[in-house]
């Protein structure tokens, strides 16, 4: 099998780190953690004040993509920490590199933010494995989180050419681009797809005193996790 590294960061929170590394020494999956971007980093020194945290979580994400391109693996799962992981995860990766490899995609969501079950979906019908049962679908701008997904070396290497820490060079080369954070980067531009069902699951909560998001993200966890299925 191709060699595959998994990365993640996390922020000031010891127990998510620990029930993260759990999962994967139950799955027997080395995963590689980071420093994460304190807001006193040099690269969000001018950020305006509410976006500092975004811009921090945004260059993580960048280190997570320098950390695999210094690797000698050939393709990455970079995670957020605040995930359920799918029991058996070893097991899905061959499929999930063909199906990357064979739609020549940029990206491959492994874990997302829906309310929907979205199997009901069309999709083409080399989309659809068989052996796994796992479907892959296109997505568009209403899809959202970067807590899990799968790149290759090539698009790692182009993501860290794009988003450098000048962030004003930045906006010029993507002037729409309403927010630096890995949702609006990372997980919007060139090929995608997502895979259905998921690969990982959020726990469900978010630090955001917006009832609206706190609602929205509980609601996401309670339709698609299933304790049988997901750590």
Request: charged share 25%; proline share 5%; glycine share 2%.
């Amino acid at each position: 099998m191709d060699k595959v590294g998994f990365y993640s960061f996390s922020y000031n929170n010891p127990a998510r780190k620990r029930k993260l590394e759990e999962q994967f020494k139950s799955e027997n999956l080395p995963v590689e953690f980071i420093d994460p971007v304190e807001n006193d980093d040099n690269r969000v020194k001018d950020a305006p004040q509410a976006q500092k945290r975004t811009w921090a979580i945004m260059f993580s994400h960048l280190d997570m993509l320098k950390k695999f391109i210094q690797s000698n693996n050939n393709y990455a799962v970079f995670l957020e920490d605040d995930l359920l992981l799918r029991r058996n995860l070893r097991t899905y990766l061959p499929e999930l590199i063909a199906a990357f490899n064979r739609r020549h995609l940029d990206i491959l969501l492994l874990s997302y933010l829906t309310t929907q079950k979205p199997a009901f979906f069309k999709a083409e019908p080399n989309f659809f494995s068989s052996e796994t049962n796992l479907l892959y679908l296109e997505y568009d701008d209403n899809i959202w989180c970067a807590h899990m997904y799968l790149l290759d070396r090539r698009t790692a290497t182009r993501f860290l050419e794009i988003y450098t820490t000048d962030y004003a060079k930045t906006t010029l080369i993507i002037p729409e681009m309403p927010a630096f954070s890995p949702d609006w980067t990372l997980t919007k531009i060139g090929r995608r797809a997502l895979v259905y069902p998921m690969m990982g699951v959020e726990e469900g909560t978010v630090n955001t005193k917006d009832q609206a998001q706190v609602d929205f993200h509980r609601n996401c966890k309670n339709i698609h996790y299933d304790k049988n299925e997901f750590y």
